[in-house]
């Protein structure tokens, strides 16, 4: 993978957890915050960031685009959600759905518990 691209993944994945400053972002990566910088200004136009007045960066809405449309693409979803919905209604109780991933259990759908269920099933 190239050193631009692992460092633009790396810095996304630090905004994972909230706004950060460019100092912040800049220590995060060990780079020098000019590297950082133009790569944030890369990540800007394509809309995968955006920063606030405060020059705080935070995850833009082209993420969430490209989160949906790899959620859209697992068929898996539409295979399970009768039984979903099915496991939603028996227990009363909020469900989710979960692949694994290497090492790390990624959600991919949830039904939430019926509002004003009250039920004690476990």
């Known amino acids: 993978m190239s050193q631009s691209l692992a460092r633009a993944l790396q810095l996304l994945q630090a905004l994972e957890d909230g706004p950060r400053s460019l100092d912040e972002l800049a220590a995060g ?5 000019t590297t ?11 809309r995968f ?4 007045e405060a020059h705080r ?4 809405s082209r993420v969430f685009e490209l ?3 790899a959620l859209s693409q697992r068929d ?5 959600r009768r039984h979903l ?8 109780q909020t469900v989710h759905l ?5 090492d790390e259990v990624v959600y991919i759908d949830k039904l939430d518990a019926p509002q004003g269920c009250g039920c004690t099933r476990a």
């Open 29 to 33: 990566a060990e780079v020098h915050k």
């Open 36 to 46: 950082v910088l133009r790569l944030l200004r890369t990540l800007e136009a394509d």
């Open 49 to 52: 960031v955006v920063h606030d």
């Open 57 to 60: 960066y935070q995850l833009g």
């Open 67 to 69: 989160a949906n449309a």
């Open 76 to 80: 898996v979803r539409q295979i399970a």
């Open 85 to 92: 919905e099915l496991l939603n209604e028996a227990t009363g």
């Open 98 to 102: 979960a692949t694994r991933e290497g």
